[in-house]
């Protein structure tokens, strides 16, 4: 038996209403990329990588909406402020070639747009597209009701299938 999962739609959200923000046709969510120290040690055969537990470089996401919303305009472009996005997925699962569930999926955002065009790329005869780039400060992916992960930067968060593998490096910083 072949059991596989497929995301076969999803619906973005903006702002602290949860205000449909489904006339985007692309995300690409942030990369988590985590930080490393390189270890190589004199008389050894190698270089070694370990985790720092630091996140390397900044968690961002790119959304390209279908045409210039004021609305949206509106809410993305204070530099100073935040946006909340929230991003929801169905997930099929299926065995061999039969659906024997859906699910849900969510990756929640917190924000600051640092990137967007005044308008988008316009091309003749074609609509245009409206990309915009986010820098997020927290993100977290719950699957099914269960949080799979979460980080927030801003309160020195990091748990993974919930776990908070910060906790000890705040203790000994004196953080907590």
């Keep these: 038996m072949v059991q596989r999962n497929v995301i076969s739609d999803a619906c973005i959200y903006i702002g602290a209403?949860?205000?449909?923000?489904?006339?985007?046709t692309k995300i690409t969510p942030p990369t988590i990329k985590?930080?490393?120290?390189?270890?190589?040690?004199?008389g050894s055969m190698g270089t070694l990588k370990?985790?720092?537990?630091?996140?390397?470089?900044?968690l961002e996401t790119k959304i390209t909406l279908n045409s210039f919303y004021k609305d949206i305009f509106q809410k993305i472009s204070n530099p100073f402020g935040s946006v909340d996005l929230k991003l929801c997925s169905n997930v099929?699962?299926?065995?061999?070639?039969?659906?024997t569930a859906n699910t849900g999926l969510t990756l929640y955002m917190?924000?600051?747009?640092?990137?967007?065009p005044l308008l988008g790329?316009?091309?003749e005869h074609d609509n245009m597209n409206y990309e915009m780039t986010f820098n997020c400060s927290m993100v977290r992916l719950v699957?099914?009701?269960?949080?799979?992960?979460?980080?927030?930067?801003?309160?020195?968060?990091?748990?993974?299938?919930?776990?908070?593998?910060?906790?000890?490096?705040?203790?000994?910083?004196?953080?907590?």
């Excluded at 370990?50 to 900044?58: C, H, S, T, W």
């Excluded at 099929?92 to 659906?99: A, G, R, S």
């Design 121 to 123: 790329e316009m091309n």
């Design 34 to 42: 985590h930080g490393e120290v390189e270890l190589n040690d004199l």
């Design 17 to 24: 209403n949860n205000d449909c923000f489904g006339r985007a």
């Design 143 to 176: 699957d099914n009701g269960k949080e799979l992960y979460y980080i927030d930067i801003l309160n020195n968060i990091w748990i993974v299938n919930g776990v908070d593998i910060r906790k000890d490096i705040i203790k000994n910083l004196g953080l907590a």
């Design 92 to 99: 099929m699962q299926f065995e061999n070639d039969e659906v």
């Design 50 to 58: 370990l985790a720092n537990g630091k996140i390397d470089g900044a």
């Design 110 to 116: 917190r924000g600051k747009s640092s990137e967007f």
